[in-house]
């Protein structure tokens, strides 16, 4: 039988987002959560009295002391695109920096799961600056020691996004349309599973750590 630990505070990192929405959502829903902080870089519209508590914050500049870093488990489900980003650089800052500075917090202060989307592919020896990304994270999340790691690698995601993305609309009906002739690791996945695997991950935090392909969300 996997061994549980009894998770009662959750952070929420990258609630804005398709899959942090999901995740908030969740973790709110979730009796087995007590409370639920989720910082921000800008307010929230969800209210939740007693349960939730959403702090905004400078990613450049988290504030290291705070009481509320004091959680049992994390779901980090930061990203951008490269697009979206404008660089590498700047990519890299939110899908690898930003991660890593929370987790390092989170852990210093005691959670001892962690629960972070990456994406299919990823590898620190990948074929693209995106995978390689994503795949060094992965590698300097399991180096900080959490007790429970959980990492969902999903393919293309459908869900509501806040932006418009019309090509990659256009890619995910295409997706969709040729699912039976797509090997299941590469199919699209909707974003509630894939939140619901990392939640799961961070309330249940199953000991060591544990690798989620798309197709298992």
């Known amino acids: 039988m996997t061994a549980r630990c009894a998770v009662t505070v959750l952070m929420v990192i990258g609630a804005t987002g398709m899959v942090g929405k999901a995740a908030l959502e969740q973790a709110l829903g979730d009796a087995r959560v007590t409370r639920v902080v989720a910082p921000t870089r800008r307010a929230l519209a969800v209210e939740a009295p007693g349960k939730l508590h959403t702090p905004v914050v400078d990613f450049d500049a988290l504030p290291a002391e705070a009481d509320w870093w004091k959680v049992d488990g994390v779901v980090c489900a930061l990203g951008t695109t490269m697009r979206r980003a404008g660089s590498k650089e700047a990519f890299r800052k939110v899908d690898h920096d930003y991660p890593l500075a929370v987790a390092r917090l989170a852990h210093a202060h005691g959670a001892r799961a962690f629960a972070h989307c990456s994406s299919v592919g990823a ?95």
Do not use: N, Q, W
């Open 123 to 217: 590898s620190a020896k990948g074929s693209s600056f995106y995978l390689r990304t994503k795949g060094e994270v992965e590698d300097a999340l399991r180096a900080l020691g959490f007790e429970s790691l959980t990492i969902a690698r999903p393919s293309f995601l459908d869900g509501d996004r806040e932006e418009s993305r019309p090509m990659e609309a256009l890619g995910i009906g295409f997706f969709k349309v040729v699912a039976p002739l797509v090997p299941r690791r590469y199919r699209v996945v909707d974003a509630s599973r894939v939140a619901r695997a990392l939640v799961e991950g961070a309330i249940a935090a199953p000991p060591g750590t544990r690798v989620m392909e798309s197709e298992l969300l």
